[in-house]
């Protein structure tokens, strides 16, 4: 089973970048999709983007074009390039493991998009 903890989010200018990093500890890190979700406040969490064991990716449609999810398994990193931010991204987000029955949380990163 991994643990999760996610890094790299803060407040950022409309039409600016940040790098989400989500680094998993445990065994067996390549097996797990991965997945980041995010909620904003009022919201339900949301599906941002995830990739499978084999590298497919799945993005919302919202985020197509502007986010980029990507992973390294040799260092148990998943990753969340967004670009082109909206105050609408605004949220906390959140790193996701799902393998199985397993279904795993990080504790969130707020993300703020505001001039």
């Known amino acids: 089973q991994v643990q999760l903890v996610e890094s790299g989010g803060g407040l950022v200018q409309p039409g600016g970048s940040l790098r989400l990093s989500c680094s998993a500890s445990?065994?067996?890190?390549?097996?797990?999709?991965m997945g980041w979700y995010r909620q904003a406040p009022g919201n339900q969490r949301e599906l941002v983007a995830d990739i499978t064991s084999g590298g497919s990716i799945n993005y919302a449609e919202s985020m197509k074009g502007r986010f980029t999810i990507s992973r390294d398994n040799a260092k148990n990193m998943v990753y969340l390039q967004m670009n082109s931010l909206k105050p609408e991204d605004t949220a906390v987000y959140y790193c996701n493991a799902k393998w199985l029955f397993y279904d795993l949380w990080g504790q969130g990163t707020q993300v703020t998009v505001s001039s």
């Open positions: 445990g065994s067996m890190f390549s097996i797990y999709t």
